[in-house]
Structures are given as C-alpha cells and as structure tokens.
C-alpha cells in the first residue's frame, strides 16, 4: 500500500486477555519500528526491526510484550495476560532502514483494557 | 538522563501569522533532529529534519534551526494556516548510526490557529 497499516484501529480487552497488533509496514521498507503513545505523553520506543530479527528490544516494557515479523514485512505486536496500564495508542513506523531515513508512521492501533 | 523537551506546551496564532514551536534537547551528541506533526486520530507525519551539521534548513514553509551551542531547536512555520492546527513534536535520534530509528521525542506542543 500507500503507507504504513495498522489494525485493528480500535480494541477494547478485557484484563487478563492476550491481544495481537498487526503492521504492514510500506513495500519495502527493510526497518520496522513499534512505538507506544499514551493519553497526553510523547511517544515511547518498544522494538526495533531490521528484516526479521530484532536488534533493538529495550523498549519492551515487561516479558509480557512480544513482537515478530516475517516475511521482513509484516509484524505483529503480541500483549499477553493485559492490564490497564497498557492502555494506548500502538504505532508502528518503517523506513528505508538508510543513513537519515525517516519513519513513516501508520495511523495506530488505540487499546483499551477494561 | 537524556530528554527531549518543549518551552510551550500551547501555541494559538492567527491564520496568516508565521508560527515558532521550540524544543530543547539535552544530549549534546544527538546528530539527527527531526520534527513531526500529528493530527488528531492519526499518526506523526514527518515534517523536516536536520543533521548537527546544519544549522538550517528549509522545505515548504517550513524552517528548522539547530542552535548546538545551546542545545536548541525550533520550527518556523511560515504564513500559518488553519490546516496547521496539530500536535508537533520533536526528536532525536542518538549517534552510533545502528538504530536511527530509536527516536526519543518531546511531549509535543499543541499548536492551533484561528482564522
């Protein structure tokens, strides 16, 4: 496509659920980032993709946050048992993985855990 | 620790006015700057981006100016229009050249303009 997918672009889950976050990142793009944005907070780093391994994992915020990618396309964002607290709005990004390439952001996926 | 942050968090200008968003930044061996805009219910649209090289540089109406000496960067929107209402952020990417990605951004300045 045109630009980064993400979906769904809304789910609601109830505590305790496991939850899977899709991106289909431009054709192309090699690098494939996950951010999460929380109500009135700037955006925070979780995992970086550079083709299907991840060299960057600091971000994720506790063993319950798992991200794979195949293909050196898709990705997918996996939360496992959900609590509250990661209620937010799930970017992704990719880029030509270049020297100075910008990220190009899809529109998020907002979670609501209930 | 290392941050990224704005002066104001608020903007409201006139249409037609130019506009300033301004951001500092505390790790002074960031080499990579870039600013994004994002609209409600979207994600960040890259706007511009500057290399600690440069201290300026232009695209459509837009500016951005890198004040190294004191760890400063700003956002000049020329002739604002009401379509330049939005969140604008930040960032920074380290230096090392392996994760260009790994941005660290500031909370954002809500910019909004009246016609």
């Known amino acids: 496509g045109a630009g980064v997918s993400q979906s769904p672009s809304n789910k609601v889950t109830e505590k305790g659920k496991d939850v899977e976050l899709r991106c289909d990142p431009i054709?192309?793009?090699?690098?494939l980032y996950w951010y999460r944005q929380s109500l009135g907070q700037g955006l925070e780093f979780l995992i970086y993709f550079q083709g299907n391994s991840a060299p960057d994992k600091s971000g994720l915020p506790s063993d319950r946050f798992s991200a794979e990618r195949t293909g050196g396309s898709v990705s997918t964002l996996t939360i496992q048992r959900t609590q509250q607290e990661d209620s937010a709005v799930y970017l992704c990004a990719s880029s030509s993985g270049g020297y100075n390439s910008p990220l190009h952001f899809g529109n998020g996926t907002r979670l609501t855990v209930t | 620790g290392e941050s990224v942050g704005l002066h104001l968090p608020t903007l409201s200008v006139q249409e037609g006015d130019n506009s300033i968003i301004n951001c500092a930044y505390s790790n002074s061996a960031s080499d990579y700057f870039i600013w994004y805009k994002q609209e409600s219910g979207k994600g960040p649209q890259f706007i511009i981006d500057?290399?600690?090289?440069?201290d300026k540089r232009q695209g459509q109406r837009v500016t951005v100016l890198l004040n190294k000496t004191v760890k400063h960067l700003s956002l000049q929107i020329a002739a604002t229009q009401p379509g330049d209402s939005a969140v604008y952020f930040c960032?920074?990417?380290?230096?090392?050249?392996?994760?260009?990605?790994?941005?660290?951004f500031g909370q954002g300045t809500i910019l909004t303009v009246h016609p």
């Open positions: 960032a920074e990417t380290p230096p090392g050249g392996t994760s260009y990605g790994k941005l660290t």
């Open positions: 500057i290399r600690s090289n440069m």
């Open positions: 054709s192309g793009h090699t690098a």
